[in-house]
């Protein structure tokens, strides 16, 4: 520790971001250890609890961030995030110096009218003006929340009596979150209520048989309760048709959700920004600010297109100790199922005073831009295929060494390239599947990545896919 840190940690922690943030992105993206040996390193520090110390502290702090991936770096390419933009990070500082609480007014008066103020800028940007919103915990939060929405608008008496007799049905395509699968389960429906749609050849779901699924449950008695739509899914990046989708929510009387978590961003795209074409027609929105957007996590929203629907189904409980003031409250803790709640939106206040729209647009468009560069490189490499048409940041592709067909052993091949240079270091990317397919999932998210780490990854790609074809010869 440095001795100065004794009398003011904040300045060691000001030295500390700066230093940790250059060496964020430089050297091993991540220095892979067991788990057993990363415990026994904090053995020496549980032993000396209660010392009050500043040098145990900073001792943690430096074991923390020596053993954390460094997802920041260029070349770590594995979620549906990478990287944070410096306002945003900056912003998530100071929400906790300030430390408060979204539920009243009284207690968080600043940071009220500054999350009233995103979500309404957003959603003006989103086509969504005039929709009611809540800031969440996350794009699953979301979805939970759109599905408990639904229920009550779909089932009058749920609020009251639960689902009762009633046999609520939730559409959601094979390709969509998991976060839908837990949401049905946290509702108390049952997964059995969950109909999982077929999606087609490009990853979108099928609406033909969607249609025959609605109408078989209707004819079998069923409630059909919420379709859930998704804007970028996780693994393909695919986007639902959702003008088709609000025509069947229409027709079958239910929910339509639009689960824009990842593909919410395309926004700001100037030429992907169609695939977003009738989510303005969705009952509700979410998006992910943590993701395409650089925000430190979490900051997420979801949006409503009818007004009174959140106080309707989220209000009720003790009004005995908080929410006094009724009648001209600004409160926004009614209308969430939370009762402490982070200031998400600070984060999001500082990214958008600094970069604007249009900062947002430049970095969207790169991100497709690079990963155009990406795809191109697959195509180029004969041993490279794409295992999905790009619809945006997410480029799936695999390699295939000469003579191997068969699915089990290719997927074994890529599974070992992925897994040797994450054990390097080298670079860290996510590997998924596409049926009984795996597929290396590339995703473009990082505001510091440039082309040439691009071309970096696939060269790195290519070279230990070489060693391992050889070795397997
Ligand atoms: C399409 C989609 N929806 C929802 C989620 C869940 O988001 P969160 O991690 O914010 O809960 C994800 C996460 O990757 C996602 O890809």
């Not at 060691?12 to 057993?36: I, P």
């Not at 915990?137 to 609020?159: D, I, V």
């Not at 008695?221 to 393909?236: E, S």
């Not at 100037?270 to 600010?289: C, H, N, Q, Y």
Request: negative net charge.
């Amino acid at each position: 520790m440095l001795e100065s840190a004794q009398t003011s940690p904040y300045r060691e922690l000001a030295h500390l971001m700066s230093e940790y943030r250059k060496r964020q992105r430089e050297g091993e993206v991540v220095d892979t250890q067991d788990y057993h040996a990363l415990r026994d390193k904090l053995a020496h520090l549980k032993s000396r609890a209660g010392g009050e110390t500043w040098s145990d502290i900073w001792e943690m702090v430096d074991h923390y961030l020596d053993d954390s991936v460094k997802t920041a770096h260029p070349l770590y390419f594995n979620q549906l995030w990478a990287g944070q933009s410096e306002p945003a990070l900056i912003g998530g500082v100071i929400e906790l110096l300030a430390n408060t609480s979204m539920y009243t007014f009284e207690v968080a008066p600043m940071a009220t009218v500054v999350e009233n103020e995103m979500r309404a800028v957003f959603a003006e940007q989103l086509g969504l003006s005039g929709w009611e919103s809540q800031v969440t915990t996350g794009g699953s939060n979301s979805n939970f929340l759109a599905l408990l929405l639904a229920l009550n608008k779909t089932l009058p008496e749920y609020k009251n009596a639960g689902i009762g007799a009633s046999q609520p049905r939730v559409y959601v395509s094979a390709e969509a979150h998991y976060s839908v699968d837990k949401a049905v389960m946290m509702a108390g429906l049952g997964l059995g209520a969950l109909v999982k749609v077929p999606a087609d050849t490009r990853g979108a779901m099928d609406c033909e048989a969607l249609k025959q699924l609605l109408e078989q449950d209707k004819a079998n008695g069923k409630t059909p309760c919420l379709i859930v739509g998704t804007a970028g899914t996780t693994v393909r990046g695919a986007f639902d048709p959702f003008t088709t989708l609000a025509d069947l929510a229409n027709e079958y009387q239910c929910w339509l959700h639009v689960d824009g978590a990842w593909g919410g961003a395309m926004t700001y795209a100037t030429d992907e920004r169609k695939f977003l074409t009738g989510v303005e027609r969705a009952d509700s929105f979410s998006w992910d600010a943590h993701k395409m957007l650089g925000v430190p996590l979490m900051c997420s929203l979801l949006y409503v297109r009818e007004s009174g629907v959140l106080a309707r189904s989220f209000n009720l409980g003790d009004t005995s100790y908080i929410f006094h003031d009724d009648a001209d409250s600004h409160d926004l803790g009614p209308s969430s199922l939370q009762c402490g709640r982070r200031v998400d939106m600070f984060k999001m206040w500082l990214e958008y005073l600094f970069y604007g729209h249009h900062g947002f647009t430049r970095r969207i468009d790169h991100f497709m831009q690079l990963s155009a560069l990406a795809e191109r490189r697959v195509e180029q490499e004969s041993a490279l295929e794409l295992q999905a048409d790009r619809w945006i940041n997410n480029i799936c592709f695999r390699y295939r060494p000469a003579g191997i067909n068969d699915t089990e052993t290719l997927n074994r091949f890529n599974q070992t390239v992925r897994d040797r240079l994450k054990a390097a270091g080298s670079t860290f990317v996510n590997q998924a599947y596409i049926g009984d397919e795996l597929t290396i999932r590339l995703i473009i998210a990082n505001i510091d990545v440039v082309a040439s780490d691009i071309t970096r990854f696939f060269d790195l790609w290519m070279h230990e896919s070489r060693q391992l074809e050889q070795e397997w010869q």
